[in-house]
């Protein structure tokens, strides 16, 4: 089965302590993304990365990291996680077709509370 | 630039009766267009795609949208409403020279749709 998986589901974490939450896709797209969802702001993104070991920062990237060492996988890492980071986290992934107008496939969500 | 704008952050309808949630979008290529759904605790599941190909598109679950480019609008109808539509709704842009950029999604801040009995 097409999917995007992310682990954890969910996680409660203490100021500081450092984390990655793991995202996974077995389509071999190219494209894959972080973002983060907050009330009344809809889903802000955070990286993308576009291929193996080509990542860019998206509109929210303060406190985060990303690294693309394969294609199917695109980790999100919090090194001193702090609690404006408490959130709802989605990997995405998709493939360029031809004038890049395939849609973005969603994993399940990691929702992350930092204490 | 590119940008979204849902016009509804709150829509109430009743069982039965038609769903209009409205999306404007600004972009100065030739767009795709996408309506996703989140209901409550779950991931987006895609509902419909406009890709410049018949301007009504038909998506999921009965919904339908209508790409009407004079008025840059991607509006999402259902004839009626059940109960299980009841969820968060997204309308999101994409550039199709993001393949080149990178930054290829822009999302609406989403309208939630509230079914009465």
């Not at chain 1, 193996?52 to 693309?68: A, F, L, N």
């Not at chain 1, 999100?76 to 107008?101: D, H, K, M, V, W």
């Not at chain 2, 605790?41 to 795609?49: E, F, P, S, T, V």
Request: aromatic content about 12%.
């Amino acid at each position: 089965e097409a999917q995007v998986t992310q682990n954890p589901r969910y996680l409660i974490t203490v100021t500081g302590k450092k984390l990655t939450v793991t995202c996974s896709q077995n389509m071999n797209h190219e494209y894959m993304s972080w973002y983060r969802q907050d009330p009344g702001l809809g889903l802000r993104q955070i990286y993308y990365s576009m291929n193996v070991e080509v990542t860019d920062k998206g509109d929210v990237p303060e406190g985060y990291k990303v690294s693309r060492k394969e294609k199917r996988n695109f980790p999100l890492i919090l090194e001193s996680p702090s609690p404006n980071q408490t959130s709802l986290y989605f990997c995405a992934s998709s493939s360029y077709l031809a004038g890049g107008r395939n849609e973005q496939f969603f994993g399940p969500g990691t929702r992350l509370t930092v204490l | 630039a590119q940008s979204v704008t849902q016009l509804d952050s709150h829509v109430s309808v009743s069982e039965g009766t038609p769903v209009l949630l409205r999306c404007n979008y600004s972009s100065s290529y030739s767009p795709s267009l996408f309506w996703y759904v989140q209901h409550p605790n779950k991931g987006l599941q895609l509902l419909l795609k406009y890709t410049s190909a018949a301007t009504l598109v038909k998506g999921i679950n009965g919904f339908e949208a209508e790409f009407k480019k004079s008025e840059t609008s991607f509006h999402l109808t259902k004839p009626s409403a059940h109960m299980s539509d009841a969820a968060e709704y997204f309308c999101v842009v994409s550039d199709p020279r993001g393949r080149y950029t990178g930054n290829q999604f822009y999302f609406g801040t989403g309208t939630s749709l509230t079914v009465i009995p």
